[in-house]
Nanobody
Framework: QVQLVESGGGLVQPGGSLRLSCAAS????????MGWYRQAPGKQRELVAS???????NYADSVKGRFTISRDNAKNTVFLQMNSLKPEDTAVYFC??????????????WGQGTQVTVSS
């Protein structure tokens, strides 16, 4: 089994910044793609950003230029630096990871989610 633990959410004013972290632990051979998703009340979960094991990134248009995804492969951790936050960024943020397990099969795991609220 693999666990993903997120941290760094909270309440911030518009224009402010937050940094989310997500650490994976457990029976991990290798992690391929890692990503951040978010879900606002009454809306579907959507991709925010993703990053491959070699560092190639992908962003939703709504966050380009404001958010930066990065990862530390040695620590199985992914980060999301969020700058210039807007009220519409308010959501529960989830990380996920595509994990190669000791059985030599890939499986996608999700974190429990962390609340980000942007409000004055």
């Amino acid at each position: 089994q693999v666990q993903l633990v997120e941290s760094g959410g909270g309440l911030v004013q518009p224009g402010g910044s937050l940094r989310l972290s997500c650490a994976a632990s457990g029976r991990i051979i290798r992690i391929n793609d890692m990503g951040w998703y978010r879900q606002a009340p009454g809306k579907q979960r959507e991709l925010v950003a993703s990053i491959t094991s070699s560092g190639t990134t992908n962003y939703a248009d709504s966050v380009k230029g404001r958010f930066t995804i990065s990862r530390d492969n040695a620590k199985n951790t992914v980060f999301l630096q969020m700058n210039s936050l807007k009220p519409e960024d308010t959501a529960v943020y989830f990380c996920n990871a595509r994990v190669l397990e000791p059985t030599l099969t890939f499986r996608t795991y999700w974190g429990q989610g962390t609340q980000v609220t942007v409000s004055s």
